[in-house]
């Protein structure tokens, strides 16, 4: 009876054995991505509780939480997080503990109502949440810079470019700010974080590898950030590329017309393979930069990248890492001609379309003469909001806002005429027909 006893606890201990592995790097960099703070919070935890009273409101919403996430473009962590949307996390403050930001302010989207870790945040206004969440503590601040001039896009470039003025080479905090060129008016539009997996090179104007760690760092330039815990964070990023590396882009949930889509691929290879790769079991990708002016979309976010700054960059400790060759011992900056055209992978989920979101639609994406002038949309992920037919979200073109507006509702208007917003070029499309375009989309909606 012991023996039996003892063998059945054997028996039983086997599988919780097996179940105890060590796990890969790439899941060890997703617990680091929905677990860790990287940078001191912002904020105390009371100006989650408290913003509504910025808002104008008398008392506060019964559905706080949905409303929370309504008014900044947050959604509902698909993790653990204690109670708050993806892209807040509780982090140290100077003093004690409060609440900070992370990837996935940016990087945490959603498509259909559903958070998608990777997915643009094409919902969010980053500086409406810097500012309403310092007044809910009582100690209102003006951003430095427009850290959002249309909701749904940021001006990612400039927070670099503003917080490595503030660093030495090796990253030490200086009171001597440089002047490295700061503008901000790009309109970025956040890329999705499963394309990273195709490109050689990364970002808009394809500017820095893509096999670069340190780069996915830069965020970490939070003023009480020391260079012991960058070195620190290091092997950590390591898991989290990897992870970046293992994700796969969403597939269309809806029925599509597969003879059209068929059509639409023999008309993609001939049309925008060679600057978007070939889909299907043998793909290719061929990292292409377009140069300007054969792209003619709007400069202003090419132009936001000052030489100056490429060189303070690539003497930094970001553009210092190994790269294991001796030939080519580091990752600097490189100088390119245009922007980076993007592999397609899950491409209708990831409008707004352009490197700064002036194109809601595919439909905009391959007929110039389609892109409205200006518009606003609900900024809401809902299948409501989401257009079947032309891909992308659902806009009403609407009269300028007026400089009275809350800057918040002003920030809702995408106005094309604006620095940085324009929607001009890629016109590849125009030539096509509108039934070859619509059998491009049909294409387009399974990759």
């Known amino acids: ?5 003892i063998l059945i606890v054997l028996l039983m201990a086997g599988p919780v054995a097996a179940a105890e592995r060590e796990p890969t790097p790439a899941e060890r960099g997703q617990r680091a991505l929905e677990t860790t703070a990287f940078i001191k919070g912002f904020w105390p935890k009371s100006s989650y509780d408290n913003a509504w009273k910025i808002w104008g409101l008398k008392e506060k919403p019964a559905d706080y939480a ?6 900044y473009g947050l959604h509902e962590a698909p993790y653990e997080n204690d109670g708050y949307p993806m892209g807040l996390r509780k982090a140290d403050l100077l003093l004690g503990k409060g609440l900070g930001i992370d990837c996935m302010t940016c990087h945490g989207g959603s498509i259909f109502g559903k958070s998608v870790v990777g997915l643009g945040n094409h919902a969010l206004d980053i500086e409406a949440l810097f500012e309403e969440m310092a007044a809910a503590a009582n100690s209102p601040a003006k951003v430095p810079f427009a850290f959002t001039n249309v909701r749904g896009t940021t001006e990612a470039g400039p927070f670099a470019v503003y917080l490595l003025g503030y660093r030495t080479d090796d990253l030490a905090l200086t009171p001597l700010y440089r002047d490295l060129g700061l503008h901000d008016d790009s309109c970025e539009d956040t890329p999705a974080w499963w394309l990273l997996k195709k490109k050689k090179t990364m970002y808009h104007l394809g500017a820095t590898d893509a096999r670069s ?3 996915l760092m830069q965020f970490m330039m939070h003023p009480l950030t020391t260079p012991s815990e960058f070195k620190k964070a290091e092997p950590q990023f390591r898991d989290v590329q990897k992870y970046l590396l293992s ?3 969403p597939k269309y949930p809806f029925a599509f017309d597969a003879k059209k889509a068929e059509g639409g691929q023999k008309l ?3 049309n925008c393979a060679k600057c978007h790769g070939t889909y299907g079991d043998t793909p290719t990708y061929p990292d292409r930069i377009v140069p300007l002016d054969e792209i003619g979309t709007d400069r202003k976010k090419f132009e936001s990248l000052e030489p100056k700054f490429a060189k303070a960059y690539s003497k930094s400790w970001f553009a210092k890492e190994s790269t294991g060759s001796w030939f080519f011992p580091r990752y600097p900056m490189r100088e390119t001609e245009g922007y980076q055209a993007p592999p397609l992978d899950g491409i209708w989920a990831t409008g707004p379309y352009f490197h700064n979101g002036s194109a809601p639609t595919l439909d905009g994406v391959l007929n110039s ?7 606003t949309r609900s900024y809401r992920t809902d299948e409501a909001d989401f257009d079947r037919d032309k891909v992308g979200w659902k806009v009403t073109e ?32 125009d030539k096509l027909t509108a039934e070859e375009r619509a059998a491009v989309i049909e294409y387009l909606k399974t990759l």
């Open 268 to 270: 993609f290879a001939a």
């Open 66 to 71: 949905a409303k929370f996430r309504d008014r």
């Open 1 to 5: 009876m012991i023996r039996g006893s």
């Open 369 to 375: 003469r389609a892109r409205p002038k200006m518009f």
């Open 213 to 215: 760690v340190r780069s």
């Open 398 to 429: 609407v009269p300028a806002p007026k400089a009275s507006d809350e800057a918040i509702e002003r920030r809702k208007v995408y106005d094309t005429t604006k620095p940085g917003r324009g929607n001009g070029g890629h016109t590849y499309g």
């Open 247 to 249: 994700l796969e882009s």
